[in-house]
Every structure is written in C-alpha cells, then in structure tokens.
C-alpha cells in the first residue's frame, strides 16, 4: 500500500460498550482531535439503536452481520443485518474505494487491558503493533486469523482492527482506560501520518503476539430440549484463574470451580495463555475464555 488515504474509527458496536461510543462522540464533536494532514479519518457509531437501549444489541450480534453472504443477501432480517449493509455503504461511497483501516473500539468485562486484535500478519500492522508497544509496554497484540469467516466489522478491510479494553463492566465508564484509549488511537492516527510522509520511527525490538487457537467453554450438564441449545452452567472461573488474562495457564491447574467447590483442572497438552476470560457477553455464546499460543517475532 503507498498511502493510506481513508480511516474509520467506529465505536459502539455494541451498544453497552461506552468507552468507544464516547470516543466517537468526542470525536464526531471534536473532529480537530483525529483530523490528520495526509489522510481522512471518519468517526462512526456501530448500532445507535442498541446504543440508546443500552443493549449489546437489537436482534442479534452487528459484530458477526458483516459476512459475504450476510451483506450480499437481499432478504434483511434483522435491524443489525440491515445496519450491516448501511455502515458498508458508508465505509464505501458510491464510486470510492473502500476505506484504508477500520479501528474498531470495544470494552470487555476481562482483564485485557489495552489489546489490539488483528486478522492478519500484514507488515504495517506488525510494524504499528511493534511502535506502539515500544511507546507503552502494556499494550498486548493478539493475532485471531480465524475471525476473517466470523463476520466482524474488522474483517472489511485488510487493515481492519480492534482496539479491546478492560476490564469494565457493561454500560459503565471508565475514565483511566478512556484516556488510555484515546491516546492509544492519537498515537495510531500519528504512525498512519508519518507512514504516509515515509518518516516512520525505526523500532529495533522484538514483538510479543498471542495467537488464537480455540475457546474453552463452561463445564454444563446434558442439553435439554426446549428452546435451550446448551445445558446450565455447572461451574465457574477458578478464582486462581479469574483476572488473569495473557498469564499461562499449564496442564493441571485448576481452570474451573464447580458449584459444589470442586476444582476442575486444565487437562490440555500444553501451556496455554488464556484471554476475555469470564467476559460477560460471552456466556450467551458457550465461550469460558479464549485460549492462544504466545509467540516472538522480530
């Protein structure tokens, strides 16, 4: 790519989100703040109906309506099908190019700090990823290559990402992570700049990535019929485990907590380094956690 020209930042993709619905908001009154020389930089709310019901959503999750299929068919379901197409047409006007980058604000319920996850192992990522955790060591960089077939907002482009931020529970602010957050997107608009006027800061380290490799779900009993697709829940995050994203987490230590106070431990082959551990909007989905592989690159 020579130079990137058009940048979306979209907040409130999930309605009960509100670290990125204020962003936007901020920004969409203070365009001064993302406005940069060489590139234009939209600022777009995802779902303003679940916004205001402060609901994650609707109908049904925005965040997996951006599929091919989803987008292409003409029958629309759902309001989140019908914002899907909406916000394609508006990250591509008519007779323009699709939009460069897509940063995609969320909060979660776990403890992932200021994360950033990508769909791809693109060089100008790897290399923002690399400047930006030179710049501040807490920043973690999560490579899910998976989620390109999961319908995300992010997967539109192939400089799409997503800035997660926790943990925060739902519907709440959070003013440290806020202005963690905002300063985190100034200092990806600043590389974007400098990548255009062909300055970018020289970063001689090495990066730390977490790349995905499955979920974990709750221990439950039977499924039962009815509407119900999944049994009940039969135990908890260990209290070893809660909290502790990005730490490993080894073959025999305990993963779960049942009921009744029983530990249930890990009984994978390998250490593994668990992340949205207990997220909230995730019981809907049968997912305990997310599990990676930590990896090196230079």
């Known amino acids: 790519?020579?130079?990137?020209?058009?940048?979306?930042?979209?907040?409130?993709?999930?309605?009960?989100?509100?670290?990125?619905?204020?962003?936007?908001?901020?920004?969409?009154?203070?365009?001064?703040?993302?406005?940069?020389?060489?590139?234009?930089?939209?600022?777009?709310?995802?779902?303003?109906?679940?916004?205001?019901?402060?609901?994650?959503?609707?109908?049904?999750?925005?965040?997996?309506?951006?599929?091919?299929?989803?987008?292409?068919?003409?029958?629309?379901?759902?309001?989140?099908?019908?914002?899907?197409?909406e916000i394609q047409q508006i990250l591509q006007p008519h007779n323009q190019q699709f939009v460069d980058v897509i940063v995609d604000l969320h909060s979660t319920t776990a403890n992932m700090g200021l994360s950033l996850i990508f769909?791809?192992?693109?060089?100008?990522?790897?290399?923002?990823?690399?400047?930006?955790?030179?710049?501040?060591?807490?920043?973690?960089?999560?490579?899910?290559?998976?989620?390109?077939?999961?319908?995300?907002?992010?997967?539109?482009?192939?400089?799409?990402?997503?800035?997660?931020?926790?943990?925060?529970?739902?519907?709440?602010?959070?003013?440290?992570?806020?202005?963690?957050?905002?300063?985190?997107?100034?200092?990806?608009?600043?590389?974007?700049?400098?990548?255009?006027?062909?300055?970018?800061?020289?970063?001689?380290?090495?990066?730390?990535l977490y790349e995905y490799i499955g979920t974990i779900d709750y221990p439950r009993s039977d499924a039962y019929g009815g509407l119900h697709l999944r049994g009940e829940i039969q135990a908890m995050i260990h209290p070893q485990l809660q909290f502790r994203d990005y730490e490993p987490l080894n073959p025999g230590d305990p993963i779960f907590l049942t009921f009744a106070g029983k530990d249930i431990l890990y009984e994978g082959a390998s250490t593994v380094y668990p992340i949205f551990i207990n997220e909230a909007a995730y019981y809907e989905k049968g997912i305990a956690m997310h599990i990676s592989q930590k990896h090196q690159i230079s």
């Open 1 to 85: 790519m020579s130079q990137i020209e058009r940048v979306a930042i979209v907040g409130g993709n999930h309605g009960n989100e509100l670290t990125g619905v204020y962003l936007v908001k901020k920004f969409q009154q203070y365009a001064n703040l993302i406005n940069r020389p060489s590139f234009e930089t939209l600022a777009l709310l995802g779902n303003p109906k679940a916004i205001e019901a402060g609901k994650r959503y609707i109908d049904k999750d925005l965040n997996r309506c951006f599929t091919n299929q989803g987008l292409q068919n003409q029958e629309v379901l759902t309001y989140e099908d019908k914002r899907a197409k």
């Open 119 to 208: 769909c791809n192992m693109h060089p100008l990522l790897l290399n923002l990823a690399a400047y930006l955790t030179s710049i501040n060591p807490l920043v973690k960089v999560c490579i899910n290559q998976q989620s390109k077939e999961g319908g995300f907002l992010r997967s539109l482009c192939e400089l799409g990402f997503v800035i997660e931020v926790g943990a925060v529970a739902q519907n709440v602010l959070n003013a440290e992570l806020f202005q963690e957050t905002e300063q985190l997107i100034y200092a990806i608009l600043d590389y974007f700049e400098w990548y255009n006027e062909g300055q970018v800061p020289q970063i001689n380290k090495t990066l730390t």
